[in-house]
């Protein structure tokens, strides 16, 4: 492999070199912007409590994705989805279906997912968002921040298929991570942009240092 990367000609290792600087100043750029929005969400505090009847993404998330949603939990679809490959676990979530505060049975597909790909979702942090009781289980108030299904999508849709119950992709829209700790540690504050910048630069110039040399090299063997 190693060979086979030396072995490119020299004008391939300068624009490589180029290139990389623009992406270190783009990623630069882009990390020093997400810590100043993490800042400023600190700030401003958590966004207004909405129901996820209600919930608009552009309207009620708030800065870093974050969300205060009131919604009925299905706790009889928890659901500890795995995906895996050669024997292997890759990728790991726990699922609970959101519904509408008034929602009387589960005919109709979830508004919304609780999801958490860390560890399971602690019952004591439920317990203390807890508003009242549904039909179909707990009101809470949940507060946390969008996230993604990712390759676990297919997984979830399967569970809603082995139970027989209505699933709708809408419901990857409104997907939520529920903070278990202190907020300001489960926004996650970006670090390390200027790490990063330095050591994409260092990258950049070793590998146009190294095409100029074979340049240099290549004009050698011609004399």
Request: hydrophobic fraction near 45%; aromatic fraction near 8%.
């Amino acid at each position: 492999m190693l060979r086979l990367f030396f072995g490119l000609p020299w004008w391939m290792f300068v624009v490589l070199g180029a290139l990389s600087l623009p992406l270190a100043l783009y990623l630069y750029l882009e990390m020093n912007r997400q810590a100043a929005d993490y800042e400023a969400a600190l700030v401003q505090g958590p966004p207004d409590l909405v129901t996820i009847s209600e919930f608009d993404r552009d309207t009620h998330a708030g800065l870093l994705g974050e969300v205060v949603i009131r919604a009925q939990l299905d706790l009889g679809m928890r659901y500890e989805l795995i995906r895996k490959k050669k024997g292997s676990v890759r990728d790991r979530a726990f699922m609970i279906p959101l519904y509408a505060v008034d929602a009387k049975d589960t005919s109709q597909p979830p508004i919304g997912l609780l999801w958490e790909t860390d560890d399971a979702i602690d019952p004591e942090v439920l317990i203390k968002t807890l508003v009242g009781e549904g039909p179909l289980g707990p009101i809470m108030d949940l507060h946390g921040s969008l996230a993604h299904m990712g390759s676990l999508s297919s997984n979830a849709e399967d569970a809603f298929k082995e139970q027989s119950r209505a699933w709708s992709s809408a419901a990857s829209k409104i997907v939520i991570d529920p903070f278990q700790k202190d907020r300001a540690v489960e926004m996650e504050r970006p670090g390390g942009s200027v790490e990063l910048f330095l050591v994409l630069c260092g990258i950049g110039a070793v590998l146009i240092a190294i095409g100029l040399f074979k340049k240099g090299s290549y004009r050698r063997q011609l004399a």
